[in-house]
């Protein structure tokens, strides 16, 4: 967390489920960006040190989808905090890194910012 704020990348293929991640990333007080596929995204976390938490869809085209990404960005970028969201996969967290979060869409918004926080008060706690 960089300037007190934390730097969320929310990454979906679908333009609207993006714009309004973004929206509630940002009503939250955090700082978003946005990737459009897991590609789109590595190459962000590639070019900035600041990205605290990755919001992730698993669905997406292109080399890998959000369980993959979620366990390439933990072998990676250990300290990046991650949330797995899915319209279609039912997933047991298990499945997902250690300290990840996955929630089934629809989900509300209550719930990722309620998650977002804790996470994020994991990390100024240490």
Do not use: C
């Amino acid at each position: 967390m960089k300037n007190g704020r934390a730097v969320v990348l929310v990454v979906d293929d679908s333009a609207l489920i993006r714009m309004g991640a973004v929206d509630l990333v940002q009503s939250a007080g955090y700082e978003s960006l946005e990737a459009q596929d897991a590609d789109e995204a590595i190459r962000i976390l590639e070019s900035r040190d600041d990205i605290d938490l990755v919001f992730t869809d698993v669905q997406m085209p292109g080399t890998m989808d959000g369980i993959k990404l979620a366990h390439y960005i933990r072998n990676r970028w250990p300290p990046v905090k991650l949330i797995v969201a899915s319209g279609q996969a039912i997933l047991d967290e298990s499945s997902l890194p250690l300290g990840s979060r996955y929630f089934a869409k629809p989900y509300t918004d209550h719930a990722i910012t309620d998650a977002m926080a804790r996470l994020l008060a994991k990390d100024s706690a240490a």
